[in-house]
């Protein structure tokens, strides 16, 4: 796969989930895992709630593309981003969607895991980030769990849950995803037919 057009943040650990989910519980466990101050938090998760609102329910795609990238999430050029897609609203800085890419109606992108603490020596609280590389394809319904790279011209079906890698010039599909296709050889051999005309 070829570099990425974002410089890509690193997986990290992240507070383990506790038992207050109250507001001010909420707020204080939020802010003290990104280091922020209790009310800036407060008001950038605030911020961040109103425009995955506006995002999912746009009727324009520039107007989705604006309203993810306010939200933090880096986007290249020529993005399409379909209605009701869901991306991680608590680490949308960890989503990176490069040059014509297509994610498309009620897909979900996660880029963290918190468990409750009483899981700690089985599994890790992280934030993994999750890279859509140029012209990639997310169909309908897809879930892109952290940590995942789609790689160029890559296409996900119709309601996958893609939890591995996924390869350049490949097609994936089913829960868990896997590969069903490679187009490779067709792709390259057209580009280059088409630079030669």
Known sequence: MRESLFEIRVTKNIPYGTYDKSVKGTISGGADSRGLHPIMYALKRFRNYLLLLMSLIAPFNSWRVRFNKWKGINIGKNVYIGMFVFF??????????????????????????????????????TVNP????????????????????????????????????????????????????????????????DDDE
């Not at 949308?92 to 409750?116: Q, R, S």
């Not at 890559?154 to 939890?163: H, K, Q, R, T, Y």
């Open 130 to 193: 999750v890279i859509i590389k140029e012209g990639a394809f997310i169909a309908v319904r897809s879930v892109l769990l952290p940590g995942v790279t789609i790689g160029e011209y890559a296409m996900v079906a119709a309601g996958s849950v893609v939890s591995k890698d996924v390869e350049a010039y490949s097609i994936v599909r089913g829960n868990p995803a896997v590969k069903v296709a490679d187009y490779k050889r067709r792709m390259t051999f057209e580009k280059k037919h």
């Open 88 to 125: 991680d609203n608590a680490y949308p800085e960890y989503i990176y969607l490069e040059d014509k890419t297509a994610i498309n109606t009620g897909t979900l992108v996660v880029t963290h895991f918190n468990p409750y603490i009483h899981f700690e020596k089985v599994l890790k609280a």
